[in-house]
């Protein structure tokens, strides 16, 4: 073997173009430095997948050298694109690409490890026997980046309700990312104005999130309570929905058209007594003993206004009777 060696040497020297001593290295021989080492991919949808870092391999020697480009990761999942070979001159250096390309669905937990090895194959057009070609290697280690991303699914159909009914809504909201967050909407619908009143659907709440895991989801439901307008009232429920603290929204509307109260409900009863839609419903909500004893109370009021109405009339009508007495008094004749 050290035959082989000195004649290769000698082979190689017998080529060289005369160059000062101080520059001369009578080997060959080649580094390598890859930047950077630790290779972080995006493999959300729409993302290409892939990362690219830069190599440099240097020549330290007097000859010209051909260089055997090798690569390998930990799991084939990940893959390195590079080029075969490449050309280093003497005493000079060549960057190249690698570029490193990850399967979808991986999980953010899992770290892959990367190599990179060049291996001089021919110096100044001598071919080097593997058991003595220099080589270098370089590595580092893959990271797959998380992330969330959120799909929902509810129905946009219009909503018929009565005046005062109470209506639920439901989103299924789902995970399809490699990572967990946190995930929830915000609804609400404006006032509508019937006549001279404007009215509101009542929501048991504003908003909802939850923390969801990859490849999973959870439903989220919220109660709405109609009005009692004296005419129908169509709102309009705006419900927005997203990752928490993201900008990106995800907005879905539907419509609830509510009919117009009948006589005798609640919101009759509210206006006789000078309360109003919201009040009312909320009233409601307490008890049907309260309902009922502001009925009662409502009744006792008009009979008690009938009575004085009646009264009213009785005195006048004695008044009439008398005067008619006065006038038609047969003891006068």
Known sequence: MRRVFLTILLLLCSNLVITPVSAQNPVPG????????DVSIDIQP????TYSIICTAENPSIFAEEVR?????????????SPSSITVP??????????????QGLSPTTTYSW????????????????????????????????????????STMTRYLSAGETANATIEISNDGNGAAKMGCTYAAEAVAVGEKTHELIFDSNSHYENVEPNSGYTLSFNFTSPSP???????????????????????????EVEAAKGGGLSSLGNSLGVDDSTMMMVGGVG???????????IGLKIKSNKRRDSNADDWDDE???????EFDFDDL
């Open 90 to 103: 003497a005493n000079g250096d060549v960057d190249f690409t690698l570029t490193f390309k990850a399967n």
């Open 30 to 37: 080649i580094s390598i430095d890859c930047d950077p080492k």
């Open 230 to 256: 004296g005419d129908v009232a169509v709102f309009e429920i705006i419900i927005q929905c997203n990752i928490f603290e993201d900008d990106e929204y995800q907005i879905e509307e539907f419509k609830v």
């Open 320 to 326: 009439i009777f008398e005067e008619e007495d006065d």
């Open 46 to 49: 729409g993302s290409s997948r």
């Open 69 to 81: 480009i090798e690569t390998s990761v930990s799991e084939n999942v990940i893959s390195i694109t």
């Open 115 to 154: 190599n990179v090895t060049a291996t001089v194959t021919t110096a100044n057009g001598i071919t080097m026997p593997d058991a003595i070609a220099p080589s270098d290697n370089d590595g580092g280690d893959v990271f797959i980046r998380a992330y969330a991303r959120m799909s929902i699914s509810m």
């Open 288 to 298: 049907v003993g309260i309902v009922a004893l502001l009925v009662v109370m409502f």
